[in-house]
């Protein structure tokens, strides 16, 4: 990978300008090699003068000498403030935040980032990040971010050529459309998997919650659990593409699936146009009823049969990440996590899917990005399917939101929240440790 020096960033810069081309104005992170180079700072003096060619905040940046640099650091949290999330995308914007469309599109992690950043860097399995080479001063901008969820706080002062500290619980996603972004949502209800009720444990307002007809991000659509004013019955969700296209991630828990085949195959293009589908238990068929290419992707017809506790399967990065974060929580112990109220419905899993628990031969949690048969750097859809139920006393029945009940987490409620995050953020291999999207 090649390495180049402050005066060979400044070159390259410059060239950009005089033959018409942009620079996308980002100091990549050295911790990550998410770019196309490593950036290695040179050691002489004038380490940390702004490039004469400098632009907006990236002018800010304080000339600390030696191997001295202005750095932040914090925790990113849920929009509830108390759980810290992994793989969240906390950078400094170099000028406006691009406003994101409400369509999916085929949304990769090179293509995502929606702004220029003068600083990004990516948060680890407590939640924490470190941001290098920060402009200092009154009034920085600091952003967070996991897919479409996204939140700008103003940090009011940075101290150069200093570690600085957001303070906890301010570099947190938003609870509602006037903190920041939040993506479109679709759920199917369903009385056995209230998914609903996980996003507002984990801090979604309610007042974002709505019918399709309503002013909410996320809209309920009736199956067999809660009810809400105007809410239409679920068959209508995947009636066309382009309604299911209205949504960056879509939700069908338990029996909240389509039985067509019209519907099905609504549900396969919307997820190979980049849509995220996020299907439980008995709307397996969603999966595994389907085109070729994910009925091959697990085995439904020889399920195994499982024993509690279940693995977690560490074998690639992301799953390293699940189970450090989980035993973090509490919700896990040396790579097991208990599970109830879960079934036997797929057992080995095909390539290019990916394990993420399972017992003996029997698979509880996988996933797949789609289109499954495109090339890796082309995937952007992206397919979860588990076979545990969120379990029983958090709510289903009714009329949301007094049909949820607030409790704590329990462990198989942290793998559903870790894991919609994951479907919520830009698509990349799993069989690689995340980078700073472009």
């Known amino acids: 990978m090649k390495r180049l020096s402050l005066p060979a960033l400044f070159l390259a810069s410059l060239y ?62 849920a929009p509830n403030g108390a759980d810290p999330l992994y793989n969240a995308l906390v950078f400094i914007p170099n000028g406006e935040l691009q406003p994101f469309t409400d369509d999916v599109t085929c949304e990769t992690c090179a293509t995502s980032l929606g702004a220029t950043a003068v600083s990004a860097a990516l948060t680890d399995t407590s939640g924490h990040f470190e941001l290098k080479d920060m402009p200092a001063g009154d009034d920085i901008p600091l952003v967070v971010q996991v897919g479409r969820f996204r939140r700008k706080i103003i940090l009011p002062k940075v ?33 056995y998997d209230p ?29 067999n659990g809660a009810t809400i004013s105007g809410a239409m019955p679920g068959a209508s969700l995947w009636d066309t ?36 589908v996020f299907a439980t238990d008995l709307s397996y068929p969603v999966v595994s009823a389907n085109h070729i290419e994910w009925m091959k992707t697990g085995d439904f017809t020889s399920p195994g049969s499982f024993v509690s506790p279940a693995q977690i399967d560490q074998t690639f990065p992301k799953g ?55 090339e890796e750097k082309n995937q952007c859809g992206r397919v979860f399917y588990s076979s545990f139920h969120i379990g029983s006393g958090r709510g289903g029945f009714g ?23 994951d479907l919520a953020s830009c698509v990349q291999s799993d069989s690689t440790t995340p980078v700073v999207p472009r």
């Open 195 to 223: 998914t609903e009720c996980i996003l507002q444990q984990i801090g979604i307002d309610s007042s974002e919650f709505s019918g399709k007809t309503g002013t909410g991000r996320i809209h309920l659509y009736t199956g």
């Open 320 to 374: 390293q990440a699940l189970a450090e974060w989980l035993q973090k929580l509490g919700a896990a112990t040396n790579g097991t996590i208990p599970l109830t109220d879960t079934y036997s419905r797929v057992g080995k899993i095909n390539a290019p899917a990916q394990r993420w628990l399972y017992s003996g031969t029997n698979t509880q949690s996988y996933t797949f990005n789609t289109p499954t048969d495109a």
């Open 399 to 421: 009329t949301f939101p007094s049909s949820c009940t607030s409790k704590p987490l329990t462990p198989q409620e942290r793998v559903l929240e870790f894991m919609l995050f």
């Open 241 to 276: 593409v382009e309604n299911l296209k209205h949504y960056q991630l879509i939700a069908l828990p338990c029996s909240s699936y389509p039985t067509d085949d019209h519907g099905k195959d609504t549900i396969f293009q919307y997820a190979s146009a980049g849509g995220r």
């Open 16 to 77: 950009a300008a005089c033959s018409g081309e942009k620079s996308d104005g980002r100091f990549p992170d050295a911790s990550t090699n998410g770019d196309a180079f490593t950036f290695t700072p040179d050691t002489g003096p004038g380490l940390g003068d702004a490039p004469s060619e400098c632009v907006g905040l990236e002018c800010r940046r304080p000339n600390c000498g030696g191997s001295n640099t202005t750095t932040l650091t914090g925790t990113v949290y």
């Open 159 to 191: 101290n150069d050529c200093k570690e600085n500290t957001v303070a906890k619980g301010d570099a947190r996603l938003p609870k509602n459309t006037t903190e920041g972004d939040i993506p479109r949502i679709a759920i199917v209800t369903s009385t």
